[in-house]
């Protein structure tokens, strides 16, 4: 059986813009790690320059990894120019997939990782008015991936969202992108729904606002993965809003993910995450080694049949058997 995390993270990587903890796992550490939960593959984030990180963990470990490469300076001292793009493993000899690396593609993030933008360095990036994102996308191979974190947040003017994501998607199509955390990041405790009378005397708005935008940037996430060939989630940081939306829609393009070792303020591991969702669903990992296995034209012609039985069988069907019951 395939149990996919479809978040890890290796060596050590920059805080968030809103959190204080720096991890550090070393290459044992993650095989141990993937040892523990059982884990036969995993998308493993790795810092910009640390490819022989990469490569020693993918030379003593049993589980299959996809490894991606964050672009962004692993510290302040050391950011990425914001306009320049840095060497990509994944385009190397030896480092790419295309050749028997372990790079499979590259990682985004709108809360993480710092850059140099002229006589300034900061942290996180703006996926809308940042251009090195679209230049880089445009340098990727055939098959690649491109992951992105997305934020979650109630703001309508927010651009770390799945809708940012699937605009990448349909511009770049030979790349496979994937949605991190599914377009809210959480956790439970953030994103949980007020009790019946906050709601009713209206004592936590902000609350219920969060928890309905919560499922909202989720939906939004299953919707434009089960409809786009080149679109899939990793559904780190369990919430009961991300498994009852997969149970009511009943998706399918989607895994789940520890986020290993950050859980800033929640512990946090893939067994757990796991047994969080199979309260409510069977988690697809089938459906995530075939996305990161097959050519792009292959799933694109998986989506497109699901398109024809969905609008042109289920639904025409469906409107012919109204229409009967109307005229009777």
């Known amino acids: 059986m395939n149990r996919f995390d479809m978040h890890v993270n290796l060596r050590a990587f920059p805080a968030s813009s809103r959190g204080n903890q720096q991890r550090d796992i070393t ?32 030379n003593l470990t049993k589980t299959k990894i996809y490894g991606v490469q964050c672009i962004f300076g692993p510290t302040k001292e050391d950011p990425t ?9 994944v385009n190397l000899e030896g480092r790419s997939f295309l050749s028997g690396g372990y790079c499979y593609g590259i990682k985004f993030a709108s809360e993480r990782g710092w850059w140099k933008r002229g006589e300034i360095v900061d942290a996180g990036l703006d996926y809308n008015k940042d251009k090195i994102i679209k230049k880089t996308l445009a340098e990727l191979p055939k098959n690649s991936i491109a992951s992105f974190h997305t934020q979650g947040t109630s ?56 928890h309905i935008a919560h499922r909202v940037n989720c939906l939004s996430a299953l ?33 789940a993910g520890s986020d290993f070792p950050f859980s ?12 969080n969702f199979e309260k ?49």
């Open 223 to 255: 919707q434009a993965s089960e409809f786009t060939p080149n679109l899939f989630i990793d559904f780190s940081c369990f919430t009961v809003g991300k498994a009852t939306l997969v149970v009511d829609g009943k998706y399918t393009q989607w895994a």
């Open 264 to 275: 800033e303020n929640f512990p946090i591991n893939y067994t757990l995450e796991r047994k």
């Open 280 to 328: 409510y669903c069977e988690i697809p990992d089938d459906n995530a080694v075939q996305f990161f296995e097959k050519d792009i034209d292959y799933l694109t012609n998986k989506t497109l049949n699901y398109h024809d039985e969905y609008y042109f069988v289920k639904y025409k069907n469906f409107v012919k058997e109204r229409r009967k019951n109307n005229e009777q």
């Open 155 to 210: 703001k309508p003017d927010n651009t770390a969202s799945p809708m940012m994501l699937l605009n990448f998607a349909c511009k770049f199509p030979d790349v496979k992108f994937i949605i991190n955390h599914g377009g809210d990041y959480g956790p439970s405790s953030t994103a949980a729904k007020p009790s019946r009378s906050r709601i009713e005397e209206r004592t936590d708005k902000g609350g219920f606002l969060r």
């Open 27 to 58: 290459p044992e550490e993650m095989n141990q790690y993937f040892i523990d939960h059982a884990i036969t593959h995993a998308l493993v984030l790795y810092n910009r320059d640390d490819y022989s990180e990469l490569e020693r963990l993918g």
């Open 81 to 89: 120019d914001i306009n320049t793009i840095p060497s990509l493993d």
